[in-house]
Nanobody
Framework: VQLQASGGGLVQAGESLRLSCAAS????????MGWYRQAPGKQRELVAH???????NYADSVKGRFTIHRDDAKNTVYLQMNSLKPEDTAVYYC??????????????WGQGTLVTVSS
């Protein structure tokens, strides 16, 4: 199983970006999915999380600006980021809890995509 993240880039403050993360491989089902970020010199932190039922939660710092959603037909999770701020600059990682055809659940991580917001 692999998670492939994409969509990062360099934007100015106030602009938007949409990140995508597609899962591929031996997938029976996908449970929770999420986005994390790690800024230079800081610990990785949860940005947004979505359950298989569609329930979401967000870090306080992104509430009202970021939206997570998933397309189970495409095994993909998205993060729509609006009104970006310089403090959103970080490497963004997706993760997913995936069940294989043997009934085993594992957590997988994407490779990270860099988001840089200039002031």
């Amino acid at each position: 199983v692999q998670l492939q993240a994409s969509g990062g880039g360099l934007v100015q403050a106030g602009e938007s970006l949409r990140l995508s993360c597609a899962a591929s491989g031996s997938i029976f089902s996908i449970n929770d999915m999420g986005w994390y970020r790690q800024a230079p010199g800081k610990q990785r932190e949860l940005v947004a999380h979505i359950t298989s039922g569609g329930s979401t939660n967000y870090a306080d710092s992104v509430k009202g600006r970021f939206t997570i959603h998933r397309d189970d037909a495409k095994n993909t999770v998205y993060l729509q980021m609006n009104s970006l701020k310089p403090e959103d600059t970080a490497v963004y990682y997706c993760n997913a809890v995936i069940e294989n055809y043997s009934g085993i659940f594992r957590t997988y991580w994407g490779q990270g995509t860099l988001v840089t917001v200039s002031s």
